[in-house]
């Protein structure tokens, strides 16, 4: 057996004419007239398990990337992008630990995490974000790897323009982490104001 890990605060939040049903021990999703909505936005979320350390462990590795892709811009075009590229996963990567979805962070493929990151977070997950990943994701192999090209080596096949891209995405990418961390510290705040509350 591992080392315990002590569980994150459900959130409560309140949501007048919607039901809502436990797809597993601290998440719930709510249902609509019309059937269950897949990947309700939190407003919408009955209770959202939050683990505010567990985010701030991955975020603040997600940070130091994206300051060490800007150091290496200048020097490294592709290397910026691929640490660029693994700033955002890890920021995704440790949105969706934080709300217990471990199974939804699999993987090092950026555009199947952010899709998997909007279903759960929904409306509250910016659409433009999937653009984003493909292009971030783009950057994981040939980044780094000679043999991802025809011929040189990586830097030959990346400018500058594309590690100021690259660098645009990610920021766009963390912002959205940023914003949702806020909804979900929000209603933490919020959630003993609703504790004596009915349904």
Do not use: N
Request: aromatic fraction near 6%; include cysteine; glycine fraction near 12%.
């Amino acid at each position: 057996m591992g080392p315990e890990r002590t569980p994150g605060r459900a959130i409560r939040v309140q949501i007048p004419a919607i039901e809502a049903r436990a797809i597993r021990p601290g998440l719930e999703r709510a249902r609509r007239p019309g059937g269950w909505q897949r990947g309700c936005p939190l407003q919408w979320a009955a209770v959202v398990a939050y683990d505010g350390p567990e985010l701030e462990r991955w975020r603040g590795h997600a940070r130091a990337a994206a300051d060490l892709a800007a150091v290496a811009a200048a020097a490294s075009p592709s290397w910026s992008c691929f640490l660029s590229e693994q700033a955002a996963q890890l920021a995704l990567k440790g949105l969706l630990h934080a709300v217990g979805e471990q199974a939804a962070a699999w993987g090092d493929d950026l555009g199947p995490i952010e899709r998997r990151t909007a279903a759960v977070f929904g409306a509250d997950w910016p659409p433009e974000l999937a653009e984003v990943a493909l292009r971030l994701g783009r950057h994981y192999q040939p980044a780094r790897y000679p043999d991802a090209h025809p011929g040189g080596g990586p830097d030959e096949h990346y400018s500058a323009g594309d590690a100021r891209q690259a660098a645009a995405d990610t920021a766009a990418m963390l912002a959205a982490v940023d914003a949702v961390t806020a909804a979900l510290r929000a209603a933490e705040a919020g959630d003993g104001a609703g504790d004596g509350a009915g349904g």
